[in-house]
């Protein structure tokens, strides 16, 4: 498991056996250099443009099976974004019950 964030990890997790922290941020991380992804996952807070962005660059690399990311909101909601990330296939957008002012974006194959 790869973990990429700019803070870091709980050291219990970090001290767990096939866990690799890459203190870098995740906008930076290129597909190529990282080779096959069973399960991608983000939590990143960032404008949901920016993270439309980061997902197409993983889809293109298409290296990642399934995608789990929450698509976060800063003040109104972005309809637009949202529409495109409802459009990806065999993709879903949903509100989920733990959800608040954002969305679970998920491709699983
Ligand atoms: C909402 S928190 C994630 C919380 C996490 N899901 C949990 O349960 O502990 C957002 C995380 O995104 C990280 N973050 C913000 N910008 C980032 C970036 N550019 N690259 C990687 N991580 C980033 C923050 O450091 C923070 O840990």
Not at 16 to 39: H, I
Not at 59 to 68: H, I, P
Request: with cysteine; glycine share 4%.
């Amino acid at each position: 498991m790869i973990s990429v964030d700019k803070a870091p990890l709980d050291k219990r997790i970090a001290a767990l056996p096939n866990v690799e922290c890459r203190g870098e941020s995740a906008f930076a991380l290129e597909p190529n250099a990282v080779g096959q992804v069973d399960w991608l996952f983000s939590d990143v807070v960032c404008y949901p443009k920016r993270l439309l962005a980061l997902v197409e660059k993983w889809l293109a690399a298409g290296n990642v099976r399934n995608f789990v990311c929450t698509i976060k909101f800063q003040g109104s909601t972005d309809f637009e974004t949202s529409r495109r990330f409802a459009a990806i296939p065999g993709s879903r957008l949903v509100h989920l019950y733990h959800n608040k002012h954002e969305l679970t974006w998920f491709r699983i194959q």
